[in-house]
C-alpha cells in the first residue's frame, strides 16, 4: 500500500507519524536526561572526595608532609575514578593533626 491508498481509505498517516516522533524524541529526551544526572552525580562525588583528600592534606601536623601532600594533590590532578581513589587513601593513610594546643 502507498500513501495514495491511505488518502482513499480515509486513514492518513501523518498524525501516526507525528505520535510516533514525538515518541521517539521523549525516549531521547529522557536518556539524554538520565545521562546528564548520572554525569552530575559522578562529578558532585569527585569534588565531595578531593575537598576530602584536601581537607586531609592540609590538617597534617608537620609542615613538611603538609606540603609534601599539598604538591603531590596538585602534580597529580586525577583523571579517572581509580587515580582519584589512589590520591584520597594516600591522604587518608596520613596522620591528621591533633585539635587543640601542641604545648
Known sequence: MNAASFVRAGLHPGPL???LAVLVLLIAFAGVVRKAVRQADVSRRADALLGEARWRCKALKLPRQRDDCLRLFHQEQPGDSASLQLLVS???????ATLGSTR
Open 17 to 19: 507519524l507525528g505520535v
Open 90 to 96: 594516600a591522604a587518608a593513610a596520613s596522620p591528621l
